[in-house]
């Protein structure tokens, strides 16, 4: 009888925070809290809430959000959410207006990443799945857009590069749209190998020129199945994943490439999910034991979002094959 590695008996973590239900701060806006309660209640319908590690978490220092964002951003954000009008017209766009609790909401969601890293390599849990909101993949170093304001996967991977001295970090980010912030923050960062499958050309239309050396872009035409996801990922992604050789994996796990999203028109199901997932999963388990940080993005048709994110944390919950 094969006898599993300690680690593989680990828990999946379901990492989230106490503001997630708050309102945003754009009344008609599709980033709702109904997103959360909706893969919160389906998770537990399901009964895997009884197999998760729950872990409540607190702000992200401020000293690691100033490791992907500039000090004077974070300052005016702050501002901007204690009532401050000068600060408020840098916020000023629709997706990214600023309420009383967008700071603390923000600082929460990257603290759930940042807390997921340290029991990732504290092993009291095998990989994690933070299901937070505000969504992150769209802010910049300087500049908030698409209902993002601090980038949560950026700044865990740059947290767990500085906290546990790490040399190689992937960032895999499936959401339909770009993730132009996090493209921008590590944009020749030789630790951060950024792999992106995003619709296009489509919102937010900003890729860097060039195409940096340390990202694997991914565009694809509106209207493109689940299979040509499987394929990028197959043919493309798992042979340069397997060379470099993370010693963590992060996920920017957007939802919104499903065919029945209205902010994107890719046509992926949740069966693709439940594929890319234990794909992930079982690289994972072959470059570096399984550590995997998957951080909730996009997803605003509430009924795929909840079906696609509850399979996506049901493949990170089953225990990999020792290989
Ligand atoms: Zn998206």
């Given amino acids: 009888m094969t006898t599993l590695p300690d680690w593989m008996r680990l828990p999946t973590g379901f990492f989230t925070h106490q503001l997630v239900d708050r309102p945003n701060p754009l009344p008609e806006a599709p980033e709702t809290p109904e997103r959360f309660e ?8 399901g009964g895997l809430d009884r197999f998760v590690r729950r872990v409540d978490c ?18 005016a954000l702050e501002r901007a959410s ?6 408020q017209r840098r916020f000023s766009e629709p997706d ?5 609790d967008t700071f603390r909401c923000a600082l929460a969601s990257a603290g759930a990443v940042v807390r997921a890293v340290d029991a990732l390599f504290e092993r009291s849990v095998r990989n994690a799945f933070c299901a937070v909101r505000p969504p992150g993949h769209h802010a910049s170093r300087g500049r908030a857009a698409g209902f993002c304001y601090l980038n949560n996967v ?3 991977a740059l947290y ?4 546990f001295k790490l040399e190689r970090v992937a960032i895999i980010d499936f959401d339909a749209h770009h993730g132009d912030g996090t493209e921008e923050i590590v944009a020749g960062n030789p630790k951060i190998r950024f792999f992106s499958i995003f619709q296009w050309p489509f919102y937010p239309n900003r890729r860097m020129e060039p195409t940096p050396m340390n990202v694997e872009a991914a565009p694809v035409e509106a209207g493109a199945d689940g299979a040509v ?4 990922l197959e043919t493309d992604w798992l042979p340069k994943l397997e060379r470099f050789r993370p010693q963590l994996i992060f996920c920017s796990s ?9 902010m994107a028109q890719l046509k992926a199901t949740e069966l693709d999910y439940a594929y890319l997932t234990r794909r992930l999963v079982e690289a994972a388990t072959v470059v570096c034991e399984g550590r995997l940080v998957s951080v909730l993005e996009g997803g605003y048709s509430i009924g795929s979002l909840a079906r696609s994110a509850v399979t996506h944390l049901q493949a990170l919950l089953r225990t990999p094959e020792p290989s």
Avoid: N, Q
């Fill in 82 to 87: 204690d009532g401050d009008p000068e600060a």
């Fill in 58 to 75: 607190g702000p992200a220092p401020r000293d690691v959000v100033l490791l992907a964002h500039d000090a004077d951003y974070v300052e």
């Fill in 229 to 232: 996801l499987r394929e990028i």
């Fill in 96 to 100: 990214t207006k600023v309420g009383p």
């Fill in 154 to 156: 950026a700044i865990g």
């Fill in 160 to 163: 767990a590069i500085r906290r």
């Fill in 38 to 45: 909706a893969i919160e209640t389906r998770m537990i319908a």
């Fill in 254 to 262: 957007g939802f919104d490439a499903h065919s029945e999203e209205p």
